[in-house]
């Protein structure tokens, strides 16, 4: 199936997972706003947050594994169209538990997010699946964090309900849009979804490069959300007292950050996807020594924010180009269970980023924050092995196998430094 991808429609992949991602973290700047105009009280008003995140680890488990047994083209569109359906019904609910229910509708098909890069792997020629991955999963990045910058002017502007309306006229029409310009999807499914689900048990239990890359997934966006879920606390505070709108402006320099590392797909496709991991994982836990001072000067939050979006996104595409390479026969269940890691730990990072702060301060927060990236570290330093025949630690070495492309595992052959047999 893999018959290469335009630049067009690459572009295109990355806007439906920016705009899908972005129902899921739209309501955060401007959740107190939601919350009275909902009648909820103080205490209730994390449910809005809450539900999303429930649904698209929801989502993940459940409707990902789709797409290595369903037409994926077509599961796009219908995935597009019920997200759609979940944002209108938040803007246009009476209530809180509406607008839970339509939260929670929108964060579980928002996990086309996963489908679409796995369609994007799957038809992308070898030796560009880096390169497309990297720039569509920027578009993932430029949803989470865009958003708070749209949403924080637009809610200011017309009112929370109108971000939720955008939102689902632009999940509709690209739900029209991705059935006329993708390819089709030629495949013929040969696995029931019982065995794809059964399947993503066993890859969690005895896939080693999955296990290690997921634990670096999960203290990888434990450490971004432990910023982007507390943030607003220290700028909200005295000294600088911002507002919604010039707090969620702080969104731009993580996306410049993260638009910063869309070479790093490049730089996985050419071997180096465990060195730019290492070396990626080590600059973000720097970031946080910037990031530090926000009490002192901006400049250097601003500095800060930009390394650490440029490290997460840098060490999020080598993941997925590592997985997807490793198994291209079901790379969308693999990336679903991968990228439920990823839900786990922004659910923690924001946890913990929440106490820490109220109970000691920014610093504290801080600190957790850099004490995940260290920890993504050690997994990778721990799992990581000298390969110097091997360009990116997945197929056998290379002197070994005559006739295959650097950095492609050989069909049913086990590699010894990783433990993965390609399916």
Same mark, same amino acid.
């Given at each position: 199936?893999?018959?290469?991808? +335009?630049? $067009?429609?690459?572009?295109?992949?990355?806007?439906?997972?920016?705009?899908?991602?972005?129902?899921?973290?739209?309501?955060?700047?401007?959740?107190?706003?939601?919350?009275?105009?909902?009648?909820?009280?103080?205490?209730?008003?994390?449910?809005?947050?809450?539900?999303?995140?429930?649904?698209?680890?929801?989502?993940?488990?459940? /409707?990902?594994?789709?797409?290595?047994?369903?037409?994926?083209?077509?599961?796009?569109?219908?995935?597009?169209?019920?997200?759609?359906?979940? %944002?209108?019904?938040?803007?246009?609910?009476?209530?809180?538990?509406?607008?839970?229910?339509?939260?929670?509708?929108?964060?579980?098909?928002?996990?086309?997010?996963?489908?679409?890069? $796995?369609?994007?792997?799957?038809?992308?020629?070898?030796?560009?699946?880096?390169?497309?991955?990297?720039?569509?999963?920027? #578009?993932?990045?430029?949803?989470?964090?865009?958003?708070?910058?749209?949403?924080?002017?637009?809610?200011?502007?017309? #009112?929370?309900?109108?971000?939720?309306?955008?939102?689902?006229?632009?999940?509709?029409?690209?739900?029209?849009?991705?059935?006329?310009?993708?390819?089709?999807?030629?495949?013929?499914?040969?696995?029931?979804?019982?065995?794809?689900?059964?399947?993503? #048990?066993?890859?969690?239990?005895?896939?080693?490069?999955?296990?290690?890359?997921?634990?670096?997934?999960?203290?990888?966006?434990?450490?971004?959300?432990?910023?982007?879920?507390?943030?607003?606390?220290?700028?909200?505070?005295?000294?600088?007292?911002?507002?919604?709108?010039?707090?969620?402006?702080?969104?731009?320099?993580?996306?410049?950050?993260?638009?910063?590392?869309?070479?790093?797909?490049?730089?996985?496709?050419?071997?180096?996807?465990?060195?730019?991991?290492?070396?990626?994982?080590?600059?973000?836990?720097?970031?946080?020594?910037?990031?530090?001072?926000? #009490? %002192?000067?901006?400049?250097?939050?601003?500095? $800060?924010?930009?390394?650490?979006?440029?490290?997460?996104?840098?060490?999020?595409?080598? +993941?997925?180009?590592?997985?997807? %390479?490793?198994?291209?026969?079901?790379?969308?269940?693999?990336?679903?269970?991968?990228?439920?890691?990823?839900?786990?730990?922004?659910?923690?990072?924001?946890?913990?980023?929440?106490?820490?702060?109220?109970?000691?301060?920014?610093?504290? +927060?801080?600190?957790?924050?850099?004490?995940? +990236?260290?920890?993504?570290?050690?997994?990778?330093? /721990?799992?990581?092995?000298?390969?110097?025949?091997?360009?990116?630690?997945?197929?056998?070495?290379?002197?070994?196998?005559?006739?295959?492309?650097?950095?492609?595992?050989?069909? $049913?052959?086990?590699?010894?430094?990783?433990?993965?047999?390609?399916?």
């Amino acid at each position: 199936m893999a018959h290469g991808i +335009s630049r $067009g429609q690459r572009w295109l992949l990355a806007l439906v997972c920016a705009v899908a991602v972005s129902t899921i973290y739209a309501i955060q700047p401007v959740l107190a706003e939601a919350g009275t105009d909902l009648g909820l009280s103080p205490g209730a008003v994390g449910w809005l947050v809450a539900a999303g995140q429930f649904g698209y680890f929801a989502g993940l488990v459940l /409707l990902v594994p789709l797409g290595d047994v369903l037409n994926r083209r077509r599961l796009i569109g219908a995935q597009l169209a019920l997200t759609a359906v979940g %944002t209108a019904l938040v803007a246009a609910a009476p209530n809180g538990a509406v607008a839970v229910a339509g939260l929670v509708v929108s964060g579980v098909f928002a996990v086309v997010v996963q489908v679409t890069v $796995g369609y994007a792997a799957a038809v992308s020629a070898p030796d560009e699946r880096g390169r497309t991955i990297g720039a569509i999963t920027s #578009g993932v990045v430029v949803g989470i964090l865009g958003v708070r910058v749209l949403a924080g002017v637009l809610g200011d502007a017309a #009112g929370w309900r109108a971000v939720y309306a955008v939102l689902a006229v632009l999940c509709a029409g690209l739900a029209v849009t991705v059935g006329q310009r993708l390819h089709p999807d030629t495949r013929t499914a040969t696995t029931r979804y019982t065995r794809v689900l059964a399947s993503i #048990g066993r890859l969690v239990s005895t896939d080693r490069l999955f296990l290690s890359r997921g634990l670096i997934a999960f203290f990888l966006f434990a450490s971004f959300g432990t910023l982007w879920s507390g943030l607003a606390l220290p700028l909200g505070a005295d000294p600088w007292n911002l507002d919604t709108t010039r707090i969620g402006l702080f969104g731009l320099a993580g996306l410049a950050g993260a638009l910063g590392a869309a070479r790093a797909g490049r730089w996985a496709d050419s071997g180096r996807a465990q060195a730019i991991t290492g070396w990626s994982l080590a600059l973000l836990t720097a970031s946080w020594l910037l990031i530090a001072q926000t #009490g %002192t000067a901006l400049w250097l939050l601003v500095a $800060g924010i930009v390394l650490l979006d440029f490290a997460v996104q840098a060490v999020h595409v080598s +993941s997925q180009h590592l997985l997807t %390479t490793a198994h291209p026969a079901r790379a969308s269940s693999v990336i679903g269970a991968y990228m439920a890691f990823y839900s786990l730990g922004s659910a923690l990072g924001a946890v913990t980023t929440a106490w820490a702060y109220h109970r000691w301060g920014w610093q504290a +927060s801080c600190a957790a924050g850099a004490a995940y +990236s260290l920890s993504a570290l050690v997994v990778w330093a /721990l799992t990581t092995r000298r390969r110097p025949a091997m360009r990116d630690g997945l197929g056998g070495r290379s002197a070994e196998i005559p006739g295959q492309q650097a950095g492609v595992v050989d069909r $049913g052959r086990v590699d010894d430094a990783t433990g993965i047999c390609a399916l």
